[in-house]
């Protein structure tokens, strides 16, 4: 029987006592800082154990959540039942020629400083961008016109019979903010990127550019998610929220930042119910006002509170 202590027990048979977390709170683990507890989060050490625990719960038919670094994520204040893993701790970046060979739980940012060291051009876009590697490419995040489609080779991942199985770029299915490997629900083990040879000097020169770009336009002192809404066919999320009269808009403590009106910061205790109520009024108003859909990037996952 599936007791959360048979769970527990069993957890730490397959990875080491001090990665299993009971009852913990993701807003521990989310850039909202918002979020309820987990049941159980995991941090396995080896491709093996991601293997193992997935593996457990689909045959104890437990549900198993992945998370990355928690950037683009907001988790409801009921939390999460069963076993949430995170790949942190699998993070090695290596070089082998002009590819780029990384673990998903490495910084996205890492990578592209990584790239950087090796005068290898292509990353530069990415030297912001607070997520994983896995998340990156769940998400196919881009800035500044650099896509994770543009640099992706292959990546090694668990299927959902939990066979590991490396995919090629079209196997992998990149597109605006949606990838096949997300559709299908793999996890995504390792990532490999494929760059060209470049400037060191103008490497650093662009990567300078796109950060004194965010500090200036994003509020990064405040908890966030990023920017809430994909952006719409034709328009901008952030300025169609402007015009809709929404900038400073606050609900509790989250609050559409007067700074940048795509992002919704924590200002003051925020809950998870809070962003949602406001991502929800957000929608309303820009729909009845201006009448664009706004669909939302951020990924909106658990329970809410009974
Ligand atoms: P999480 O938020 O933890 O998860 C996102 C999704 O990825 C979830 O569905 C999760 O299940 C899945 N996932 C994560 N890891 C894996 C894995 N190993 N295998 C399978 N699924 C996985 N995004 C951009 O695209 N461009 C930007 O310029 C940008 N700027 C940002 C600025 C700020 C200040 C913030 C807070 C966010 C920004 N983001 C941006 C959003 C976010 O950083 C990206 O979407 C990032 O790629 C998410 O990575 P993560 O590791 O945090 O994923």
Redesign the pocket.
């Known amino acids: 029987m599936n007791t959360r202590v048979t769970i527990h027990e069993v957890l730490k048979t397959i990875i080491k006592p001090k990665n299993v977390k009971v009852d913990e709170p993701l807003s521990n683990h989310t850039?909202t800082k918002t979020g309820g507890k987990a049941d159980f989060l995991v941090f396995p050490e080896t491709n093996k154990e991601v293997q193992d625990v997935y593996q457990y719960a689909m045959q104890q038919q437990i549900s198993i959540?992945?998370?990355?670094?928690?950037?683009?994520?907001i988790i409801r204040d009921g939390g999460i039942r069963g076993i949430v893993m995170s790949?942190k701790k699998l993070n090695s970046i290596q070089i082998k020629g002009t590819k780029i060979i990384t673990q998903?739980?490495a910084a996205?940012s890492d990578v592209s400083k990584f790239a950087l060291s090796q005068s290898q051009t292509g990353l530069e876009f990415a030297c912001?961008?607070?997520?994983?590697v896995?998340?990156?490419v769940?998400?196919n995040?881009?800035?500044y016109g650099g896509e994770i489609k543009d640099v992706i080779k292959e990546c090694v991942v668990i299927n959902k019979n939990s066979d590991l199985i490396t995919l090629n770029k079209e196997q992998i299915g990149l597109s605006y903010?949606k990838s096949h490997?997300?559709e299908q629900g793999?996890?995504?083990?390792e990532v490999i990127f494929e760059l060209n040879p470049g400037v060191y000097e103008e490497i650093h020169a662009k990567m300078d550019d796109f950060t004194l770009q965010r500090q200036r336009k994003?509020p990064?002192e405040y908890p966030?998610?990023?920017?809430v809404f994909k952006r719409p066919l034709g328009h901008f999320a952030g300025k169609l929220i402007q015009e809709s009269g929404l900038q400073g808009k606050q609900i509790g403590g989250a609050q559409v930042s007067t700074r940048h009106a795509g992002f919704i910061v924590n200002i003051d205790k925020a809950t998870a119910t809070d962003y949602i109520k406001l991502i929800q009024h957000i929608q309303n108003t820009v729909k009845s006002k201006l009448g664009v859909e706004l669909e939302t990037e951020v990924?909106v996952?658990g329970e809410d509170l009974k």
């Open positions: 850039f959540t992945i998370i990355g670094f928690g950037s683009n994520l790949l998903s739980g996205i912001g961008i607070p997520g994983s896995g998340g990156a769940h998400m995040a881009g800035a903010r490997v997300a793999h996890i995504i083990l994003q990064l966030s998610c990023g920017s990924k996952i």
